[in-house]
């Protein structure tokens, strides 16, 4: 197992890549109980043998519960087991008893996950933590014996069995809610940047797709994604671009980073934004703020020429930062804490 890691009210588990995978899509089947059956029992006193009618209805079917958790590991849990169930109602009883309502099976989904089920087509999203939702009922229990008793039939056999449950094939869709998305191509220092401003433990490398996952930390209670590095044609699904373009889609700013020691800056963002556009879903209208970043690594006369290129070419604040800088580093993190003000 990886290590815990907790960030506010957030608990994300950081796995080891040796032993389990982050999951952020599964498939697996559901089935809400069967309600138990109504008896046939009749009523046995001193005074009679042979009563009236006292069979007891069965029990309702256990209900099949989806819970939002605020924790990105929950559909780990389906990467092995497939199938759950939910308990079946209890048979009635006689004298007149209930039978027992079967126990609800309740799953925890991490918070922005979008369920689907397969046969139906039918959608929803978890969308806040503690949110509950029933996907599929129980059955309703049997009618005991006693239910048909009237002045026309005193002693009757009639019995109702329960109603099976409901259930079928589900797909699960984790798109990560983050407060920011850092996104760019492969080694334009998004990991690095993270490691820096929160205390996240994104591998870094360099060479493309050294973050496979999106990773997350917290920067004084928001939350940041690093985002995986895009390559030329994701939205069309080349690579891994499809998989990670959807959970960009549920951050609220985008950190386009584009590093100082690329020759072509523009053709560098023109690329990644090519991708954004493509893709669609809301993601060219979010807010998007360009990050020149391992500044580092040139004189600040050409940092500044750089700096005015972006902004000339894309319209957008442009930011500086660099890691190996302190000062910078500093600025960086002061004025992205006055943007997310400025959302509230």
Request: glycine residues 14%.
């Amino acid at each position: 197992m990886g290590e815990v890691l907790q960030l506010g009210d957030f608990c994300f588990l950081v796995y080891d890549e040796k032993t389990m995978a982050f999951t952020d899509e599964a498939r697996i089947h559901l089935e809400s109980g069967k309600g138990g059956d109504g008896v046939v029992r009749w009523l046995r006193t001193k005074q009679s043998a042979w009563g009236g009618p006292s069979g007891g209805d069965g029990g309702r079917g256990g209900d099949v519960v989806l819970v939002g958790v605020r924790d990105l590991a929950a559909l780990s849990q389906f990467r092995f087991e497939k199938k759950f169930k939910a308990e079946n109602g209890e048979a009635g009883k006689g004298e007149l008893k209930h039978g027992s309502n079967g126990a609800d099976i309740v799953l925890k989904i991490p918070v922005g996950t979008l369920v689907r089920v397969v046969e139906t087509g039918e959608e929803h999203e978890i969308t806040a933590e503690d949110e509950r939702f029933v996907l599929f009922r129980g059955g309703y229990g049997g009618l005991g014996n006693a239910r048909f008793k009237s002045s026309t039939n005193q002693n009757p056999y009639q019995q109702t069995v329960g109603k099976k449950g409901k259930g079928g094939d589900i797909e699960m869709v984790l798109k990560i809610i983050a407060d920011a998305g850092l996104i760019g191509l492969p080694n334009a220092g998004k990991s690095s940047l993270l490691n820096a401003l929160t205390r996240a433990k994104s591998k870094i490398g360099d060479y493309p797709f050294t973050t496979l996952e999106p990773n997350l930390g917290e920067f004084y209670g928001r939350i940041l994604a690093d985002i995986p590095g895009l390559i030329e044609g994701a939205s069309s699904g080349r690579g891994l671009g499809i998989k990670f373009l959807r959970h960009v889609e549920r951050t609220g700013i985008l950190l386009h980073l584009v590093s100082a020691s690329t020759d072509d800056p523009i053709a560098a963002y023109r690329e990644v934004h090519k991708e954004i556009e493509a893709f669609g879903h809301g993601l060219p209208e979010k807010r998007e703020i360009v990050v020149l970043s391992k500044t580092d690594l040139l004189t600040p006369k050409e940092v500044e020429a750089k700096k005015k290129l972006l902004a000339k070419e894309t319209g957008r604040e442009v930011l500086t930062v660099s890691i190996a800088d302190d000062a910078a580093l500093k600025t960086f993190s002061d004025r992205l804490t006055a943007i997310f003000a400025e959302k509230k």
